[in-house]
């Protein structure tokens, strides 16, 4: 047997060559393994209803997939974390159910391809427009980081689908943009800025009805696309006024990078310390993490100083780690605070 869940003991069997555990728990590389002594399983204690990725160590350094168990992860970057659920993992009731099946109901997406200038290489994205889009109508706009990731793996653009045909939202285009190295795009670097402003931007508004007002642009991403999203907002508030951020890398500063590697388990937290001195007061931001990531802690200050501040946001823990199962989870209530319907639900 793989794992084995016994209330909130997970007891994890290594395969053959197996030399250590890591997952979650260890914060996958930033902590040490958990070493495999004589081929014994090893028992974990964790929260009632969490969602636990974990993989095992080859005698090559390597992390492997788990052989003797089929639960995937949704990772769309790593093929060998596996998942074990302590109990039931407390999935949002607007996943649940099939996705609108009319044609009406359901959103179109359009692709973008063109030649960076301020990052040199092909770049590309998508741009979802609502069911029912009106070329008369100026839309919210959210420009996504991760932009493959979001469309593909997190399904926002369903997402948005499902909570538009129960009217909890109102309609929104949403921008996906992939990064082409995000280590270097998404790092607190102020060039980000100008290839959204530059490039992203002008593609998009001379083709979409979008809003061109700061407090119609949003920005969203996951931890680097998260770091990047509220650094950029609050540096040019004037230009974006809403951001989500899941799983913020917020454990970052300007002189955490030492050529192609980042620090984000050292650095400091220079952006909250900025926010302190400055504070974002105009614009509105979601907030989430998991409780089992390294980056709970800064997340939680983080949140914490927004409060402090008196900056208008929402924040939201969720019981599983740094990873797309979490992300997807917490879309629903970031879609949710962002875009609630005006004027209250209709029936």
């Given at each position: 047997?793989a794992?084995?869940?016994?209330g ?11 030399t250590?555990l ?17 081929g ?23 992390p ?32 649940q ?16 391809a ?6 040199p290489?092909?770049r590309r ?8 889009y ?24 369903e997402?948005?689908d ?7 939202i ?24 100008d ?26 991403g996951?931890s680097?696309g998260?770091l ?44 909250r310390?900025?926010?302190?001195l400055r504070p ?31 900056v208008?946001?929402?924040y ?11 992300w ?8 949710l ?11």
């Open positions: 047997m794992v084995s869940v016994a909130t003991r997970v007891t994890f069997t290594p395969p053959t060559g197996a250590a890591l997952g979650d728990f260890t914060d996958w590389i930033k902590q040490a393994p958990l070493p495999v002594i004589g014994q399983p090893m028992t974990l204690t964790l929260p009632r209803g969490a969602w636990v990725e974990y993989a095992w160590l080859g005698e090559d350094g390597q492997f997939a788990d052989p003797d168990n089929p639960q995937r992860s949704l990772n769309p970057w790593w093929n060998y974390p596996r998942a074990a659920e302590v109990g039931e993992y407390p999935r949002h009731w607007l996943w159910g099939d996705a609108p099946a009319s044609p009406s109901q359901r959103g179109e997406a359009h692709r973008l063109w030649d960076g200038e301020v990052f290489g092909k994205g998508y741009v979802y427009t609502p069911p029912n009106d070329l008369a109508q100026t839309y919210p706009v959210y420009y996504v980081q991760d932009g493959v990731a979001f469309y593909r793996t997190g399904r926002l653009g997402l948005l499902r909570a538009l045909a129960h009217n909890l109102d309609p929104a285009v949403l921008v996906f943009v992939e990064p082409l190295d995000r280590n270097a795009e998404y790092y607190l670097n102020d060039r980000y800025f290839f959204l402003l530059q490039e992203v931007l002008p593609q998009v508004e001379v083709r979409f009805p979008v809003s061109r007002e700061a407090g119609g642009r949003g920005l969203w996951a680097l998260g990047i999203s509220l650094s950029t907002a609050w540096q040019h508030p004037d230009v974006f006024g809403r951001v989500v951020s899941h799983s913020g890398a917020f454990i970052a500063s300007p002189q955490g990078r030492h050529g192609p590697q980042i620090d984000t388990t050292t650095a400091g937290e220079w952006l310390e900025q926010l302190q974002p007061t105009t614009l509105k931001i979601s907030l989430d993490t998991g409780t089992l990531e390294w980056l709970l802690s800064p997340n939680r200050r983080m949140a914490a100083a927004l409060q402090d501040l008196g208008p946001h929402q939201r823990e969720y019981p599983s780690g740094h990873n797309w199962v979490t997807q989870n917490a879309l629903p209530e970031a879609l605070y962002m875009q609630e319907r005006q004027g209250g639900t209709k029936f």
